[in-house]
């Protein structure tokens, strides 16, 4: 049995991540600003699965010293829709599409989710470029910068096209307004003012998202009339470990993006419905709307994308 096989072999009794071991907390929402989150639960509590503490996320392996990343080459031609991963330690790497790393010479953002194994030789991970003014001589150190919006994430799984992450990339920058010297999609945190208003609403939700809280799993996001997305996992220790760096993410699509939250809860149950009804629904829905990351036939991630919705639909 492989190593990733024996990490997600416990998880074979929530091989499927809908309504069977789900459910939708509408009544435990919370709401800050432009920003709804509902959060989705594990049926009948529990806590994490056995076996998923063997998989770290990105971001802590980073912070941890457990994985480096460098650039594949000095060409930019031949190189930059490519990364190099170096695992330090016995524990599997969980990397999502989304996810940013700043440095290198040019920041770039991880095109699909996978899972690295604990390994002596080197792996490669495709990603994009959301730096389109850069490419240094010197290679800078990366460092994690948490996930895209919900807008570029999106334009990223339905197209993996490199101009078009670009445009949107530009169409943000122009947007907000943001000072720039590198076409850089992170270039908004340089923006003292919204860099503030972001750091306001990551504060309200850290707090109601507490670790303590076994159940949940994920979450269904609304900002104006619009759901915005949902980031579903396997299990407590995934979603904890990606908590933060979603938070930031869906923070930057509700200012950017977002208004007063007017969409009641009935619309966002339908969409929920087709999403967690059963695995054939799930698999149609998330087709045009979104993805599903699979490990040993074991779902581990479901993320879906923008869903405009009139009130009251």
Not at 35 to 45: A, D, F, M, N, Y
Not at 206 to 213: G, I, L, N, S, V
Not at 303 to 311: I, M, S, Y
Request: proline share 2%; hydrophobic share 35%.
């Amino acid at each position: 049995m492989s190593f990733l096989l024996l990490i997600f072999c416990c998880l074979s009794g929530y091989a499927q991540l809908t309504y069977e071991t789900l459910y939708v907390d509408y009544d435990s929402a919370a709401q800050y600003r432009n920003l709804k989150l509902i959060p989705v639960r594990r049926k009948g509590g529990g806590g994490e699965p056995g076996g998923a503490g063997g998989v770290v996320s990105l971001n802590q392996a980073l912070s941890q010293g457990l994985v480096t990343v460098t650039e594949r080459g000095t060409t930019s031609i031949d190189n930059v829709h490519w990364l190099r991963f170096n695992t330090h330690s016995d524990k599997s790497v969980y990397i999502a599409g989304g996810e940013i790393i700043a440095g290198g010479r040019q920041d770039r953002m991880i095109v699909r989710d996978t899972i690295l194994a604990p390994s002596s030789k080197d792996q490669y991970v495709p990603v994009m470029c959301v730096e389109e003014g850069r490419w240094s001589d010197k290679e800078k150190k990366f460092a994690y910068s948490n996930f895209a919006n919900m807008h570029l994430r999106k334009v990223l799984d339905s197209s993996h096209n490199q101009v078009l992450i670009w445009k949107e990339v530009e169409k943000q920058l122009d947007s907000g307004k943001f000072k720039n010297n590198s076409m850089a999609y992170l270039s908004r945190n340089l923006d003292k003012k919204y860099a503030l208003a972001g750091d306001e609403y990551f504060r309200y939700f850290r707090e109601r998202f507490r670790e303590k809280d076994s159940t949940i799993i994920g979450f269904v996001a609304v900002s104006g009339g619009k759901i915005i997305g949902s980031d579903i996992f396997a299990g407590r220790s995934l979603f904890y470990q990606q908590l933060e760096p979603l938070l930031r993410g869906y923070i930057d699509e509700a200012i950017l993006y977002g208004g007063p939250v007017t969409l009641a809860d009935g619309p966002v149950k339908r969409y929920m419905d087709k999403l967690l009804k059963d695995e054939r629904s799930q698999e149609e829905f998330v087709k045009k709307n979104g993805k599903i990351f699979r490990q040993d036939g074991q779902v581990v991630h479901v993320n879906t994308f923008l869903k405009e919705q009139q009130e009251g639909n």
